[in-house]
């Protein structure tokens, strides 16, 4: 079973980075793809980026490539996201989640969830 902690999460000033990091303390991590999605007040939980089992598949939405990077260490049974240049409009919760098989960006095709790290960038 699946379960994911999300961690690293802040309050930040513009043009600054953060490292979120999503544990898995379930079994079998490096079968599932991961993914983080996040969640502005008033509005949908939107995707932003992905990763397949080994790392040899990852997309990104438009707006945080070159800014985000996601990557995973199996061995810790960990997903993390590099954050960097930080905007007001990346305020959010963020969320780590997976699935078995290849990544998605759909929120419907994750099973796995965590509980959400808040990130808050001030201008």
């Known amino acids: 079973q699946v379960q994911l902690v999300e961690s690293g999460g802040g309050l930040v000033q513009a043009g600054d980075s953060l490292r979120l990091s999503c544990e898995d303390s379930?079994?079998?991590?490096?079968?599932?793809?991961m993914a983080w999605f996040r969640q502005a007040p008033g509005k949908e939980r939107e995707f932003v980026a992905a990763i397949n089992w080994n790392g040899g598949m990852i997309f990104y939405e438009d707006s945080v490539k070159g800014r985000f990077s996601i990557s995973r260490d199996n061995a810790k049974n960990t997903v993390y996201l590099q954050t960097t240049r930080l905007s007001p409009e990346d305020t959010a919760v963020y969320y780590c989640?997976?699935?078995?098989?290849?990544?998605?960006?759909?929120?419907?095709?994750?099973?796995?969830w965590g509980q959400g790290t808040q990130i808050t960038v001030s201008s």
């Open positions: 989640a997976g699935r078995l098989g290849a990544p998605k960006r759909e929120r419907e095709e994750y099973v796995y």
């Open positions: 379930g079994r079998k991590f490096d079968h599932y793809a």
